[in-house]
Every structure is written in C-alpha cells, then in structure tokens.
C-alpha cells in the first residue's frame, strides 16, 4: 500500500510531467494496485467460502453420524473452531476492505497533498 500510495502522490502533484515519465510512473502503480487487489480479494473470498461450507456442514443430515459416532465428534470440533483470514488478528478480511484501502490511500494522499509539503 506504500509503494500505491507513493506513486499515486507523484503522479498527482509532479508539476513537471512528461508523458514518458507519467508512463513510468504508472506501470509501477498498475502492478501494486493489482498484487493488493489479488490479496484482498482472494483473502475476503475464502472467508466467505469458509462461512458457507460451515452452514453445509451443520446442515449434514444426522443419518451418516448414527453410522460413525467418530465423524460426529469431528464435525463438532471443527465447527467450534473459529477461522478466518485476518489483519494481525483485529480486522476480518472482507469484501469492503477493498474500498476501505483505497479509500484511506485517497485521504491521506489529499491531506498530504494539501498540506504543500514536497515529498
């Protein structure tokens, strides 16, 4: 997020821009925004996947575990577990981290800008 941010700052406040090195600037930015959105993305996707799969699985039919007592324990250990991806343990990942990030690097890319300091 870094390197997306600085990028984006030159790029938005460089007076003296040719077309070259706009260019150059923005093949950088294509790739960071990119690996951050493949993150993101991949990351929110398989905590949903995960909620989902542990609806099935509460949703199995009781049937198969008159069969095999020992599956039953297991599907209840697994179910009691709590997993998800997180941020350092604070945030679940999800589908609005995408527009929170972006969001948050807009801000403080403004209140730098702003502020007229050179960078």
């Given at each position: 997020m870094a390197g997306l941010f600085w990028g984006g700052y030159?790029?938005?406040f460089y007076s003296g821009m040719t077309e070259i090195y706009f260019l150059?600037?923005?093949?950088?930015?294509?790739?960071?925004?990119s690996n951050q959105l493949l993150i993101i993305i991949s990351a929110?996707?398989?905590?949903?996947?995960?909620?989902?799969?542990?609806?099935?699985m509460q949703?199995?039919?009781?049937?198969?575990?008159?069969?095999?007592?020992?599956?039953?324990?297991k599907?209840?250990?697994?179910?009691?577990?709590?997993?998800?991806?997180?941020?350092?343990?604070?945030?679940?990942?999800d589908r609005s981290l995408i527009i929170t990030s972006i969001g948050t690097l807009l801000t403080y890319g403004i209140l730098i800008g702003t502020s007229g300091k050179n960078v």
């Open positions: 030159r790029i938005a150059s600037l923005l093949m950088p930015q294509l790739f960071n925004l929110s996707m398989t905590n949903e996947l995960t909620s989902k799969v542990k609806c099935v949703c199995l039919p009781h049937r198969s575990s008159i069969q095999d007592p020992q599956r039953k324990f599907f209840k250990k697994d179910l009691s577990q709590e997993n998800s991806l997180t941020l350092w343990k604070v945030y679940v990942m």
